[in-house]
Nanobody, 124 residues
Framework: QVQLVEAGGGLVQAGGSLRLSCAAS????????MGWFRQAPGKEREFVAA????????RYADSVKGRFTITRDYAKNTVYLQMNSLKPEDTAVYYC?????????????????WGQGTQVTVSS
């Protein structure tokens, strides 16, 4: 089993920045990719960004390219999502997911483990 704990959400004005973190514990060696997803009220959970085991492969949703950056600290078993130039439409609960597959995947229903989520609210 793998446990994921997110932190770093909050309230920020449009144009501001936040950094989310996701600390993994347990059988972390079984994890290939880690990703960030978000879910706004009344909407389905959507892909935001993902990073592979080596940290050399990243993918982003078109809506966040150039504004968000995903990184991975292996010593701390932690993944970060740096979010800059935030917009009101970025408001959502952000979830960290871990995937045991050996290929990069972006569909939320294939991820094996999830954190509890952290709220991000961007005011206009």
């Amino acid at each position: 089993q793998v446990q994921l704990v997110e932190a770093g959400g909050g309230l920020v004005q449009a144009g501001g920045s936040l950094r989310l973190s996701c600390a993994a514990s347990g059988r972390t060696m079984s994890i290939y990719a880690m990703g960030w997803f978000r879910q706004a009220p009344g909407k389905e959970r959507e892909f935001v960004a993902a990073i592979d085991k080596s940290g050399g492969i990243t993918r982003y949703a078109d809506s966040v390219k150039g504004r968000f950056t995903i990184t991975r600290d292996y010593a701390k078993n932690t993944v970060y999502l740096q979010m800059n130039s935030l917009k009101p439409e970025d408001t959502a609960v952000y979830y960290c997911g871990a995937d045991k597959s050996t290929i990069m995947r972006i569909l939320p229903n294939v991820y094996d483990y999830w954190g509890q989520g952290t709220q991000v609210t961007v005011s206009s």
